[in-house]
C-alpha cells in the first residue's frame, strides 16, 4: 500500500538556525501534500501545502519544495524561534484519503 | 466559525465495555476522517465518509471498530469490547471535498483521549 517515510525522527537546532525536514512517497498519483504542526496535547494544525503542480511554495519563513519525479518533498523553517517547537507531520494523498509520515519533534534551543 | 468538535474530550472505560466518540464536523463539510494517534506515533487512517457513505473502511484495525455518520453531518466511531490496546487519541477530520483525490484541507478536531484499563 501507500507508504509515507518521513525523516529525521527528531531535530534539534539552535535559535535562528534553519530545520529541514524530507518526506518520501510512494503512490505517483499522489498530488497534494500538506504539512502539519501539533504542539503537545493539541490538534494538528495545517501550516503549508502544496500540489503537484508546482514545485515550490512559501509563506514566511516557511517553505515546501516538491520533487514529483523523485517522490519526495520537504519542509523548510527558516530563522527558528522557541515557538516552532512541536511535532511536524507530511502527509500525501492516496486514493481520496490523506496518509502520513511517522513525523519528526523539532526542538528549537534559545 | 465554529471548527470541529468532539465528545467525549477523555474517556476512560474498562476493557471489555464499549464505547462511542462523537465527531462535530464543520458546517457543509461533505467529507469526515478518522484517525487513531498512539502515544508519540503518527496519525493511523481509520475511516472517511463522503456524506453519508463509507468508501473506504480500509483502516478500522477489526471488526470491533465502527462508525457511521447520519444526516451528512455528525459521525460516531464505535469500539466494541474494547481493549487495552485500543488506547490512543482519536481524531477527526472535515474538509470540503471539492477537488478530485483527497486534495481539499482537512481541519482538525481536539480528539478525544480513550483510556482502556
Known amino acids: 500500500g501507500e507508504n509515507v517515510e518521513q525523516h529525521p525522527s527528531t531535530l534539534s537546532v539552535q535559535e535562528g538556525d534553519s530545520a529541514v525536514i524530507k518526506c518520501t512517497y510512494s503512490?505517483?498519483?499522489?498530488?497534494?501534500f500538506p504539512w502539519y504542526k501539533q504542539e503537545l496535547g493539541k490538534r494538528p494544525q495545517l501550516i503549508i501545502d502544496?500540489?503537484?503542480?508546482?514545485g515550490e511554495k512559501k509563506d514566511q519563513r516557511i517553505a515546501v519544495t516538491l520533487n514529483k519525479t523523485a517522490k519526495h518533498f520537504s519542509l523548510h523553517i527558516t530563522e527558528t524561534q522557541p515557538e516552532d517547537s512541536a511535532v511536524y507531520f507530511c502527509?500525501?494523498?492516496?486514493?481520496?484519503?490523506?496518509?502520513f509520515g511517522t513525523g519528526t519533534r523539532l526542538q528549537v534551543f534559545p | 466559525g465554529a471548527g470541529v468538535s468532539q465528545s467525549p474530550s477523555n474517556k476512560v472505560t474498562e476493557k471489555g465495555k464499549d464505547v462511542e466518540l462523537r465527531c462535530d464536523p464543520i458546517?457543509?463539510?461533505?467529507?469526515l476522517y478518522w484517525y487513531r494517534q498512539s502515544l508519540g506515533q503518527g496519525l493511523e487512517f481509520l475511516i472517511y465518509?463522503?456524506?453519508?457513505?463509507?468508501?473506504?473502511k480500509s483502516g478500522l484495525p477489526s471488526d470491533r471498530f465502527s462508525a457511521e455518520r447520519t444526516g451528512g453531518s455528525v459521525s460516531t466511531l464505535t469500539i466494541q469490547r474494547t481493549q487495552q490496546e485500543d488506547s490512543a487519541v482519536y481524531l477527526c477530520?472535515?474538509?470540503?471535498?471539492?477537488?478530485?483525490?483527497?486534495?481539499?484541507?482537512?481541519?482538525f478536531g481536539p480528539g478525544t483521549r480513550l483510556t482502556v484499563l
Open positions: 458546517s457543509g463539510h461533505t467529507a
Open positions: 502544496i500540489r503537484s503542480n508546482v
Open positions: 502527509a500525501a494523498t492516496h486514493q481520496d484519503k490523506l496518509i
Open positions: 503512490d505517483s498519483a499522489s498530488n497534494y
Open positions: 465518509f463522503q456524506g453519508n457513505s463509507a468508501p473506504d
Open positions: 477530520a472535515s474538509s470540503l471535498d471539492e477537488l478530485a483525490g483527497g486534495g481539499d484541507t482537512q481541519y
